[in-house]
């Protein structure tokens, strides 16, 4: 989530934490459907990526493959995700 979308959240739950106080039911749903609405937004993309990460990680997927630095890979045998992981920080190296 980036920052202008944590502001518009936090701008959301405030609405309805106010409605909430003054005992304005209406608004209050109104700003529930407006935060579900805006969070199903940002969660869609990132529902996507997770379908292809797990098509991607299926140990029975023979159709592609994800090429990482030999060392992440062989300290992560058990998950692509790991690897990935250590991959993206560099934590793969055998510690002396």
Known sequence: MNKDQRIKL??????????????DIEK?????????????????????????LDWLADPSN???????????????LDSLRHAIDATMTGEYYPKD
Request: proline share 4%; with cysteine; aromatic share 2%.
């Open 10 to 23: 936090r701008g959301l739950l405030k609405d309805i934490e106010l409605a909430g106080l003054r005992g």
């Open 62 to 76: 023979h159709l592609a493959n994800v090429q990482l630095p030999r060392a992440a890979v062989e300290a992560n």
């Open 28 to 52: 209050c749903d109104e700003r529930i459907k407006a935060t579900k609405q805006f969070v199903s937004t940002i969660m869609a993309p990132l529902q996507k990526d997770k379908t292809r």
